[in-house]
């Protein structure tokens, strides 16, 4: 079990020149924002962010750092925030009504500053996430609330988690070029290390029928594969460099697709012979972060960078694309089919917003997606649970997990 303070972390910050320096006149208090706010992410954030009043501030940056042991700290922290970077439009997001309601339930993790992601259904109903920030992997009783946190190597940054057929929770070690296993029953936690030393950051894996787990390596260009049985990982390089290899679905007939990050491309790897075959997809601007499969076997896509909701067709070959409701600058990133529909969120806009896109209808609707009591954070990927009733996504950078359920349904 895990249980962070974070004084430490505060008194670290402070003696940290930070990366870069925010666009107001150097000040204490400006120093001290960027100390302090550097340690757990990139000070641009701040410049990016919409604005918030001072008590919005406060209840923000309660979800990342516990500043209670520094009381002036945390009063001048939040004066200046509250100053100079007050409410705006400037990246405001285009919200669509429609008819369907949905409930969201949220949880905040017990770790601040950790960057909690990725959460995922194992079989007993319970609900495991990862830290990535912090080495942490995590599990939730939705029932009861219940939260438990478990140390994972040093130096891991998992930066997903998935649940094999064993039952075991299984996690992308991004930073130390390993995937772990980790035994709920025992604690015990196994790596198998990357065979290459170019494959330095296994980033998102997936399970097929069969008990093999399929994951990519974005910075490494590469697509992995590993046998719980034997332990054997293989690598395979992306066809075009630097496409960035990144979101990974098994297709129902065991065909592995995966998302190309870096380049207008999906991938298709034959589970076989590990074979890669690249899609183009049309315009040449495109990076696709997810993907998911419907059960018509069609892809569908987010454009991350040009906005957009892709959607294409294995058997004919026919890709269509449809604008999503923020625009050009809406960075889709995560997606998932749930309830007969395409859901996606919109995380280059504020709020962070859950977009619905009915494949029929060829109609969007949308939500602001809640973290705590502002609306911030970031969605980076999502999954349904496993009768397929709710989505679970998260808020990253507030260290929020929620569950999304259909009312009425």
């Not at 066809?239 to 960035?244: N, V």
Request: proline share 8%; aromatic share 8%; hydrophobic share 35%.
């Amino acid at each position: 079990m895990r249980r962070h303070s974070l004084p430490l972390l505060i008194i670290a910050a402070t003696l940290c020149q930070p990366a870069a320096a925010l666009a107001q006149p150097a000040s204490e208090a400006r120093e001290t924002v960027e100390a302090v706010c550097s340690a757990c992410h990139a000070i641009s954030t701040v410049e990016r962010t919409s604005g918030y009043s001072r008590e919005d501030w406060s209840a923000l940056t309660a979800m990342m750092i516990d500043l209670s042991g520094a009381p002036e700290m945390q009063a001048e922290i939040l004066d200046y925030l509250a100053e100079h970077y007050p409410r705006n439009d400037s990246r405001a997001a285009t919200p669509v009504d429609g008819p369907m309601s949905i409930r969201f339930e949220e949880w905040q993790v017990p770790t601040l500053g950790q960057r909690s992601r990725d959460p995922v259904e194992a079989a007993d109903g319970s609900i495991w996430w990862v830290g990535q920030w912090l080495d942490i992997l995590g599990r939730l009783d939705p029932v009861t609330g219940e939260m438990e946190e478990f140390d994972l190597p040093a130096g891991a940054g998992p930066h997903s988690v998935t649940i094999g057929p064993d039952g075991d929770a299984w996690y992308t070690g991004n930073r130390n070029a390993t995937i772990g296993r980790f035994n709920p029953a025992t604690g015990e936690i196994t790596e198998y290390p990357m065979p290459d030393e170019a494959a330095r950051d296994p980033h998102t894996a997936e399970f097929d029928a069969d008990g093999i787990m399929w994951f990519s390596l974005q910075g490494s260009n590469m697509i992995g594969r590993l046998d719980p049985q034997s332990g054997e990982v293989r690598l395979v390089d992306s066809p075009r460099a630097r496409s960035r290899p990144y979101g990974v679905k098994i297709a129902e007939d065991g065909t592995v697709w995966v998302a190309c990050n870096g380049a207008n491309c999906l991938l298709r790897v034959d589970p076989e012979t590990m074979d890669v075959e690249e899609i183009t997809l049309p315009d040449a601007g495109t990076t696709v972060r997810r993907l998911d499969i419907d059960s018509d076997g069609i892809i569908w896509w987010v454009n991350s960078r040009l906005g957009r909701l892709g959607r294409y067709d294995p058997q004919s070959g026919e890709i269509r694309e449809w604008d999503s409701p923020s625009g050009p600058n809406s960075h889709p990133y995560a997606i998932a089919v749930f309830d007969g529909a395409i859901w996606y969120n919109e995380s280059g806009v504020r709020p962070d917003m859950l977009v619905r896109f009915d494949p029929q209808a060829e109609t969007f609707q949308s939500w602001p997606i809640p973290s705590g009591p502002v609306h911030a954070g970031i969605l980076r990927h999502m999954r349904t649970t496993r009768d397929g009733q709710a989505l679970l996504i998260h808020q990253s950078g507030t260290n929020h997990l929620a569950r999304v359920t259909v009312e009425g349904r």
